[in-house]
Protein backbone atom coordinates (compact mmCIF):
# COMPACT_ATOMS: atom_id res chain seq x y z
CA UNK A 1 0.00 0.00 0.00
CA UNK A 2 1.25 3.46 -0.34
CA UNK A 3 1.30 5.99 1.71
CA UNK A 4 -1.64 8.02 0.51
CA UNK A 5 -3.37 4.85 0.19
CA UNK A 6 -2.97 4.42 4.45
CA UNK A 7 -3.61 8.10 4.85
CA UNK A 8 -7.12 7.88 3.02
CA UNK A 9 -8.31 4.74 5.40
CA UNK A 10 -7.11 6.02 8.42
CA UNK A 11 -8.99 9.68 7.46
CA UNK A 12 -12.34 6.82 6.64
CA UNK A 13 -11.70 5.07 10.26
CA UNK A 14 -12.07 8.39 11.99
CA UNK A 15 -14.84 9.66 10.25
CA UNK A 16 -16.51 6.67 10.61
CA UNK A 17 -16.04 6.46 14.18
CA UNK A 18 -16.63 10.42 14.46
CA UNK A 19 -19.99 9.19 12.90
CA UNK A 20 -20.41 6.26 15.14
CA UNK A 21 -19.69 8.49 18.51
CA UNK A 22 -22.38 11.17 17.59
CA UNK A 23 -25.00 8.43 17.00
CA UNK A 24 -24.24 7.12 20.34
CA UNK A 25 -24.31 10.27 22.31
CA UNK A 26 -27.90 11.30 20.24
CA UNK A 27 -29.67 7.77 21.57
CA UNK A 28 -28.35 8.29 24.85
CA UNK A 29 -31.59 8.12 27.15
CA UNK A 30 -32.27 11.46 28.87
CA UNK A 31 -34.94 10.73 31.83
CA UNK A 32 -36.99 14.06 32.90
CA UNK A 33 -39.90 14.45 35.20
CA UNK A 34 -42.78 13.44 32.79
CA UNK A 35 -40.94 9.75 33.27
CA UNK A 36 -40.99 9.47 36.98
CA UNK A 37 -44.08 7.30 38.20
CA UNK A 38 -47.06 9.15 39.88
CA UNK A 39 -45.46 7.04 43.39
CA UNK A 40 -42.26 8.68 43.16
CA UNK A 41 -43.54 12.38 42.69
CA UNK A 42 -45.83 11.70 45.45
CA UNK A 43 -42.64 11.14 48.04
CA UNK A 44 -41.25 14.00 46.16
CA UNK A 45 -44.30 16.23 47.05
CA UNK A 46 -44.42 14.89 50.72
CA UNK A 47 -40.89 16.45 51.28
CA UNK A 48 -41.72 19.68 49.94
CA UNK A 49 -43.23 22.61 51.73
CA UNK A 50 -46.36 24.32 51.10
CA UNK A 51 -45.23 27.14 48.57
CA UNK A 52 -43.50 24.45 46.34
CA UNK A 53 -46.34 22.28 46.47
CA UNK A 54 -48.44 25.37 44.84
CA UNK A 55 -45.91 25.88 42.51
CA UNK A 56 -45.62 22.78 41.54
CA UNK A 57 -49.33 22.29 40.84
CA UNK A 58 -49.10 25.15 38.52
CA UNK A 59 -46.31 23.59 36.38
CA UNK A 60 -48.99 21.34 34.43
CA UNK A 61 -52.22 19.35 33.91
CA UNK A 62 -50.49 16.45 35.81
CA UNK A 63 -48.75 17.90 38.54
CA UNK A 64 -51.62 19.22 39.41
CA UNK A 65 -54.01 16.63 39.01
CA UNK A 66 -51.46 14.27 41.03
CA UNK A 67 -51.20 17.27 44.16
CA UNK A 68 -55.04 18.02 44.60
CA UNK A 69 -55.82 14.35 44.21
CA UNK A 70 -53.43 13.50 46.42
CA UNK A 71 -54.60 16.00 49.69
CA UNK A 72 -57.77 15.04 49.13
CA UNK A 73 -57.07 11.56 49.81
CA UNK A 74 -57.50 10.60 54.22
CA UNK A 75 -54.60 10.62 56.05
CA UNK A 76 -52.55 12.10 52.86
CA UNK A 77 -48.70 13.32 53.81
CA UNK A 78 -49.22 16.15 51.56
CA UNK A 79 -50.21 19.65 53.14
CA UNK A 80 -53.15 21.27 51.58
CA UNK A 81 -51.39 24.12 49.93
CA UNK A 82 -53.88 26.08 48.68
CA UNK A 83 -55.15 26.85 52.58
CA UNK A 84 -51.35 28.08 53.53
CA UNK A 85 -50.11 30.14 50.72
CA UNK A 86 -51.25 33.84 49.66
CA UNK A 87 -50.39 35.72 46.35
CA UNK A 88 -49.36 39.10 47.64
CA UNK A 89 -48.77 41.69 44.88
CA UNK A 90 -45.54 43.48 45.17
CA UNK A 91 -45.58 45.40 42.34
CA UNK A 92 -47.60 45.66 38.97
CA UNK A 93 -44.93 43.16 36.90
CA UNK A 94 -44.41 40.00 39.49
CA UNK A 95 -46.09 38.35 42.52
CA UNK A 96 -44.74 37.04 44.89
CA UNK A 97 -45.90 33.73 46.74
CA UNK A 98 -45.59 33.36 50.59
CA UNK A 99 -46.50 31.66 53.57
CA UNK A 100 -49.05 32.93 55.47
CA UNK A 101 -48.61 32.87 59.41
CA UNK A 102 -51.74 31.49 61.33
Do not use: H, W
Not at 27 to 54: E, P
Amino acid sequence: MKISDLYVESLRRSITMSFLNLRALRSQKVTTVADLSDDALIKVFQRCDDVTILRCSNVCRRLRALIFTEERKPRSLVCRAQDTVGIFIVDRRRAILEKMCP
